[in-house]
């Protein structure tokens, strides 16, 4: 049903529709029709909150989703005697809707010009009608049931629908396509517009929902582009972002531009978590440097999990390119996500650079415990033969933390013993002990190995004599690492020596320790009566020896015979 309420007034700036409003707070008897009902009250559908109040669409989207395009100014502020004056004036007791238009039209209140605002009531049977269509399963003749209601689709009435709970969102759809053809006097403006969207993008929504929702916006938007707003458009892409739709996020935020809206932080931030969530990488870094250009940062959160998703990806340097723009934008940076940005960083050669200046970010408390940070990067930084950049890194850390432990001096340590500068690995062991930190097995071993290397095996014996003190358990390469040199030197009886002594200090030879030094003894010394002892020593551990050294123990065997046959008959001759 409509109603034409003119609205008067020379004395105050209150439009039509704020007096009705006004008039139905004063007095809440508004209604003397049983068939009618206002917009804001219905005790068989519970009405949705308003859309910009509505926190479970817009926790993600905005702060706040206005409507002031759309709603009319609120009326100004009474003082008290002007409050009384309002209501003893213009609103006489029991007086409701009807008795606010009477005085309207009468010009009571005063002349406000010629304009006229037409404010609908909604015909409760109608609209219970409809909502009972719209809940139900979806069929083919929905429309031919829309057409029998005999609607007329008035903003209050639409509103009102696409605000009522757990409408299927099919149907949905269908009677708003239905309204747009069928009904001339049906006009989308923006709150109808922005309550159809949030209708839809609920807590559940189907994939073939949205894409239904935005074929019916974006043609909408076509013809009208005024309508949209960005805040909406958030919403369209923070649904399809949810739902792993990335490229669909992705054409929603091409078409701004053909919208006339400017993407905001969070436009760009949910099309890259869309595209993310659908391993769409490489549109996420374009959409990045999108947004880097922009000049326009997520907040620190958002940006955290960005710089996760792209790390995770082996994208550390695009990651890096995020984080900086929160940086340069002078914003709280998200702590965690730094640790894990450092750390991806320096997994790659050419980006261990920027992993160590972005330890300079890990300050006050926080450094005291950010160990793997800067252990990744003392690591990497060895790893890339700077050395000396990693001690300085270490002895930094000694002063402003986080404290070094013994991983971090034994990547120092045996970064100087690859590199062949022993005494500098000895200078860092002896560092290490005067913080009270006790040299492992593996700092004894990468020493005995740098020196070995050198050919310093009697500094390399006297390490190990050192480390049998300090650790009742040695480990396999400790003494693979001496045996080995002995074996290159031919000092086959120490390298045996030492063979055996492995067991005395909870060492037990593998196969290969075994097959590597039959191998020495066979093809260096032509020992093979040690090697087939060897051989009987496996069998009683339970190991096998592969064919290849079986046959090379043979074929020495029978040269050594025969050459000794040989010699035998020479000397007989």
Not at 315 to 342: D, G, N, T, W
Not at 393 to 409: D, I, Q, R, S
Request: charged residues 30%; aromatic residues 8%; proline residues 4%.
């Amino acid at each position: 049903m409509w109603r034409s309420v003119a609205a008067r007034s020379s004395r105050a700036s209150l439009s039509a529709k704020a007096a009705h409003n006004f008039g139905a707070t004063q007095n809440p008897k508004v209604l003397s029709s049983k068939t009618l009902v206002p917009l804001a009250q219905s005790s068989h559908f519970p009405a949705r909150s308003p859309p910009c109040q509505n926190p479970r669409f817009f926790s993600q989207v905005s702060e706040d989703l206005s409507y002031s395009d759309t709603a009319e100014p609120p009326p100004p502020p009474f003082s008290e005697a002007e409050n009384d004056d309002a209501q003893m004036d213009g609103f006489a007791p029991g007086d409701g809707v009807d008795g606010v238009s009477e005085q309207l039209g009468s010009g009571e209140i005063g002349e406000l010009g010629e304009e006229e605002e037409e404010v609908h009531e909604i015909d409760v049977e109608k609209l219970e009608g409809l909502l009972s269509l719209l809940h139900s399963s979806a069929d083919g003749s929905l429309e031919s049931s829309f057409r029998d209601l005999d609607l007329t689709l008035h903003e209050e009435f639409v509103v009102r629908v696409l605000e009522t709970p757990l409408i299927v969102g099919e149907n949905l759809i269908r009677f708003f396509k239905w309204g747009l053809k069928e009904k001339p006097e049906f006009r989308v403006n923006k709150q109808i517009l922005d309550a159809l969207v949030i209708a839809m993008c609920g807590e559940v929504v189907t994939k073939k929902d949205m894409y239904s929702l935005w074929d019916l916006v974006k043609g909408v938007g076509e013809k009208e582009g005024s309508l949209l707003n960005v805040d909406i458009l958030n919403v369209l892409m923070s649904s399809f972002s949810k739902l792993g739709e990335g490229k669909a996020a992705l054409e929603v935020l091409n078409k701004f531009d053909d919208f006339e809206c400017v993407p905001s932080a969070d436009s760009y931030y949910f099309a890259i978590e869309g595209l993310c969530k659908s391993s769409e990488f490489d549109f996420a870094k374009s959409v990045s440097e999108k947004m880097i250009g922009a000049r326009s940062s997520p907040d620190a959160e958002k940006v955290g999990r960005i710089v996760s998703w792209f790390c995770k990806a082996g994208m550390a340097k695009e990651a890096h390119s995020v984080y900086l723009l929160l940086k340069e934008e002078k914003q709280c940076r998200p702590r965690s996500s730094v640790q894990f940005l450092i750390r991806s960083l320096s997994r790659e050669d050419e980006n261990v650079k920027l992993a160590l200046d972005l330890l300079e970010d890990i300050d006050g408390e926080v450094r005291k415990y950010a160990i793997k940070p800067f252990s990744a990067v003392v690591q990497w930084l060895c790893r890339i033969k700077d050395v000396d950049g990693a001690r300085k890194l270490l002895l930094e850390m000694t002063k402003k933390g986080p404290p070094p432990g013994n991983a971090v001096f034994n990547s120092v340590i045996n970064g100087y013993s690859k590199a062949g500068d022993i005494q500098d690995a000895i200078e860092m062991m002896k560092l290490m002990e005067s913080r009270g930190l006790k040299p492992d097995v593996f700092t004894y071993t990468v020493i005995m190995s740098g020196y070995a290397k050198g050919g310093q095996m009697e500094e390399a014996c006297n390490i190990l004599s050192e480390a049998k003190k300090k650790h009742a358990k040695l480990t396999p390469v400790t003494y693979h690492t001496l045996i080995s040199s002995f074996c290159k030197l031919e000092q086959f009886d120490k390298a045996l020596e030492l063979f055996h002594e492995m067991k005395d200090y909870g060492v037990q030879p593998t196969t290969d320790e075994y097959n590597k030094l039959i191998q020495s003894l066979c093809l260096k010394a032509l020992d093979w009566e040690t090697s087939e002892k060897l051989l009987e020593e496996m069998k009683d551990s339970g190991l096998y020896l592969n064919g290849i050294t079986r046959g090379l123990i043979r074929a020495v065997k029978e040269l050594q015979t025969e050459k000794v046959e040989t010699e035998k008959i020479v000397a007989e001759a």
